[in-house]
């Protein structure tokens, strides 16, 4: 898999990203919602789309942030998201949750499956990190069946996240 390092300086950050896949930055006018439900409360950073993805719904990956109060909690921040998550979308089941660190940024790990009408069984895997006065999520979406197929990518480009100016998007 070859990957290609994104820089997205005015959001502050940069990550690697599968070289085949097609890179939308700054996309806040994009109609996400289908995609990634929290995307319509963040500001939305970047999108990548897998090419040649599955159907009938191709590999989408999302970084967004937030601003955030000085005193918000990670785990109840974490908490927050996820009950939004549950009212935005039909029958979330969390599959995977666990406390990770990307680039010495606290976080959570979430793996998550629920239905879309004509589509079928989605797989959500976020990534929600806490950096000082912001709060980044990482998306990765596809079919269920497909996500296998993505996951190693996926998790190398949030692995390779990175914080190069506490900018926001």
């Known amino acids: 898999m070859d990957l290609i390092l ?7 950050f940069e990550l690697p990203l599968p070289a085949s896949w097609i890179q939308i930055e700054a996309p806040n006018d994009l109609p996400l919602p289908d995609l990634d439900p929290d995307a319509r409360d963040a500001e939305i950073a970047l999108v990548a789309v897998q090419p040649d993805g599955g159907q009938p719904l191709p590999a989408v990956l999302v970084v967004a942030s937030e601003p955030i109060a000085a005193t ?3 785990d109840p921040w974490v908490d927050t998201n996820l009950d939004e998550l549950r009212r935005s979308v039909n029958r979330l089941f969390v599959v995977d949750a666990e406390p ?6 606290p976080g959570w790990r979430t ?8 589509i079928g069984a989605v797989t959500l895997e976020r990534w929600l990190l ?5 709060g980044w999520t990482i998306s ?3 079919g269920t069946l497909e996500y296998p197929e993505i996951a190693e990518a996926t998790s190398a480009a949030v692995a390779g996240f990175r ?3 506490h900018g926001a998007p």
Do not use: I, N
């Open 6 to 12: 994104s820089s997205h300086p005015s959001a502050g």
């Open 72 to 74: 918000t909690q990670l």
């Open 100 to 105: 990770v660190q990307v680039d010495g940024l």
């Open 111 to 118: 793996l998550t499956q629920y239905a879309v009408e004509d």
């Open 130 to 134: 806490l950096a000082g006065r912001r």
């Open 140 to 142: 990765a979406v596809t």
């Open 163 to 165: 914080l190069v100016a």
